[in-house]
């Protein structure tokens, strides 16, 4: 079973600009390519921030507004630097919010939820750009077709966890959701094979209607993993 890394969804071609980018040639960038942000990169290619539409439309925000407000809280106050950036260096959100390659793409999920972005660069070790990835990257994996979900639920779970109980067991897929059906030995093999395709990239959901010969819950305790992820 294939788990899948924000490596199999990035975008590699990926539009950055250097700190000492101007202003005006970002916002050329971005109208250009039809892109909400883009990557700061060093002479090394490492990433040193982002800036985003959010950051040049501050410019327009506070065009005139010269005197800050009294009590002007924090994040006010940054952006209001913000609006008289000339240079990307002083336009960009750092430290950025990036991915190292390898990260699964629910925790890149989770680290865009938390963070409150949409779009993370990716990263080798050496902290260089190597792709991009955006929330409607993410959703790629629903894209898979029901065969190859069907494959890896067969050889990837019921081959390597349940080979005992395969002949037992069938598995359809609709539209991305799966249907276990049959009898297992034991109920932590049902629990292992419902847990563990629920896991498979492009799952929708699971209907777990598999039965089983002996209840092992009391002896294992429920929610324990079993030594599987």
């Known amino acids: 079973?294939?788990?899948?890394?924000?490596?199999?969804?990035?975008?590699?071609?990926?539009?950055?600009?250097?700190?000492?980018?101007?202003?005006?040639?970002?916002?050329?960038?971005l109208i250009r390519h039809r892109l909400s942000a883009v990557p700061v990169?060093?002479?090394?290619?490492?990433?040193?921030?982002?800036?985003?539409?959010?950051?040049?439309?501050?410019?327009?925000?506070?065009?005139?507004?010269?005197?800050?407000?009294?009590?002007?809280?924090?994040?006010?106050?940054g952006d209001r630097?913000?609006?008289?950036?000339?240079?990307?260096?002083?336009?960009?959100?750092?430290?950025?919010?990036?991915?190292?390659?390898?990260?699964?793409?629910?925790?890149?999920?989770?680290l865009m939820d938390r963070e409150n972005v949409k779009r993370l660069p990716v990263v080798d070790d050496l902290g260089r750009l190597v792709g991009i990835v955006s929330r409607g990257d993410l959703l790629k994996v629903h894209l898979r077709s029901d065969d190859d979900i069907l494959h890896d639920v067969r050889d990837g779970i019921l081959r390597v966890y349940l080979l005992d109980d395969v002949p037992r067991v069938e598995v359809t897929v609709q539209d991305g959701l799966v249907t276990l059906k049959g009898r297992v030995d034991r109920w932590s093999s049902a629990d292992i094979a419902k847990r563990l395709t629920r896991q498979i990239a492009g799952v929708v959901g699971v209907e777990?209607?598999?039965?089983?010969?002996?209840?092992?819950?009391?002896?294992?305790g429920t929610g324990i993993a079993y030594g599987v992820a």
């Not at 985003?52 to 006010?76: C, H, M, N, Q, V």
């Open 1 to 29: 079973m294939k788990n899948w890394h924000v490596d199999d969804v990035m975008t590699t071609a990926v539009v950055t600009v250097a700190e000492d980018t101007p202003y005006r040639t970002v916002v050329d960038l």
């Open 41 to 77: 990169v060093d002479d090394f290619e490492r990433v040193t921030g982002v800036v985003s539409e959010a950051d040049l439309l501050r410019k327009i925000e506070y065009a005139g507004d010269e005197k800050p407000r009294l009590f002007e809280g924090r994040r006010r106050r």
């Open 81 to 110: 630097v913000k609006a008289d950036a000339r240079t990307a260096a002083d336009l960009m959100s750092s430290p950025p919010v990036i991915a190292p390659n390898g990260t699964p793409i629910a925790a890149a999920a989770r």
């Open 208 to 220: 777990d209607k598999l039965e089983y010969d002996y209840d092992d819950s009391n002896v294992l």
